[in-house]
């Protein structure tokens, strides 16, 4: 049996490729060098992701918070109207899920925040989820259900084996 990790990347490329279709007249940029190469010419979306925690839920899998950071720069200083507007479009986008693959990632929590610097307005929005990964490839035989890659030097017990002899003590309550 394989099965497929979803990476900190897949988000991101997941995330973008959504956005790409909603935002035609943006560049959408998953690395700060893109972000710095086409932000002077061009309303820009930048998109990063980070695994905040991860729990360990089983023997093969970890329980990830994610947070998803996606920053919309746009290309002049705009009225903060706009940035409202882009906000919504973003959350109508990413209502209740973010299809990975074909996977789906269910959203707890949206954060927009809309901040102005020395060059403008600009709008971040923070989308939290969570994710229950499987870390290992695992093969299981249906055979005898005891082969479990990795766990090679893990002694298994033989439960037909029986007990030859046993010495057993008896004290009184003294």
Known sequence: MVINIITTLDIIK????????????TKVCIDKEQLQKYASTSNC?????????????????????IIIDISYYPVSNVDKTILYDVEAKLRLLFVRSIKVGKDYLHIDTVTPDITKDDVGWRLNVSIMTKLFN????????????????????????DTKEKMSSFNLEVKDGD
């Open 45 to 65: 979306i930048y998109i990063d992701a980070t695994i905040l925690a991860s729990e360990v839920a089983t023997l093969f899998a970890n329980n990830d918070s």
């Open 134 to 157: 499987n870390m290992y490839n695992s093969t299981i035989s249906p055979y005898d259900g005891k082969k479990i890659v990795g766990t090679d030097k893990i002694e298994i017990l």
């Open 14 to 25: 997941a995330v973008a490729v959504q956005i790409k279709g909603k935002f035609n007249d």
